[in-house]
């Protein structure tokens, strides 16, 4: 039973362009949410976060959103590069609980393309 | 990478046979964590720990066995390995429950 889904295994997107990764969740519960990139052969990177008492967050070309009511959150990067080109992870936790580990989905494979 | 260090980083063993993948920390953090790689699974907890001697099991956990003696080493034992246990295996670290983690540069551990 997942609770952290990322529906869209692969997306391309030219550079220059806004690419746009989505991330669904089912626990309610979850307060803390976050995103991360993975380079072949690298462990996974932290990109940026959000807590559920804002809706977003920014750090230059990457954009977080939170829609808790629809249990969705989205990472925008305008504009992407090439170098953008890896698989991204949406993980969240129930940070108020404690001891709670983070939760990843499957990862989404972003292609930029020059 | 965070003051991480994982070994071996690649490793290549028989069925049956027993296997102990260390992670070092730096850092001081209290918390750590085990996650395993696998295609079309993304990322999953095999096992965590909130402090010395404080362990907990994670997602799959079955066939693996933790211990945290000191702050910066947290080991994973696999007792009797098997090939459903050939994947990638990552450390992760964190200061707290609210901070993001940090990871190795993983295992790649091959089960024959």
């Known amino acids: 039973d997942q609770q952290v889904k990322q529906n869209s295994p692969s997306l391309s997107v030219q550079e220059g362009r806004i690419s746009i990764l989505n991330c669904d969740y089912t626990?309610?519960?979850?307060?803390?949410f976050l995103w991360y990139k993975k380079y072949p052969a690298e462990g996974p990177t932290f990109l940026i976060s959000?807590?559920?008492?804002?809706d977003k967050n920014e750090d230059g070309r990457f954009t977080v959103f939170l829609n808790k009511s629809a249990k969705h959150l989205s990472l925008h990067i305008v504009p992407s590069q090439p170098g953008d080109s890896a698989v991204y992870f949406c993980?969240?936790?129930?940070?108020?609980?404690?001891?709670?580990?983070?939760?990843f989905g499957k990862g989404t494979r972003l292609s930029v393309i020059a | 990478d965070a003051g991480i260090t994982q070994s071996p980083r690649h490793k290549v063993t028989e069925t049956g046979t027993p296997v102990t993948l260390r992670c070092h920390q730096t850092?001081?953090?209290?918390?750590m964590y085990w996650y395993r790689q696998d295609p079309g699974h993304g990322l999953r907890l095999i096992h965590y720990?909130?402090?010395?001697?404080?362990?907990d099991k994670g997602e799959v956990s079955d066939g693996y066995s933790v211990s945290r003696s000191k702050t910066e080493d947290f080991l994973l034992t696999l007792e009797s390995a098997t090939s459903s246990q050939t994947s990638v295996y990552f450390c992760?670290?964190?200061?707290?429950?609210?901070?993001?983690?940090?990871f190795g540069n993983g295992t790649r551990l091959t089960v024959t």
């Open positions: 850092e001081n953090h209290r918390y």
């Open positions: 959000i807590s559920s008492i804002k």
């Open positions: 720990s909130y402090g010395v001697k404080d362990t």
């Open positions: 993980a969240a936790s129930e940070a108020h609980s404690g001891n709670t580990p983070l939760v």
């Open positions: 626990n309610s519960m979850f307060d803390y």
């Open positions: 992760a670290i964190s200061a707290s429950v609210d901070s993001p983690l940090h």
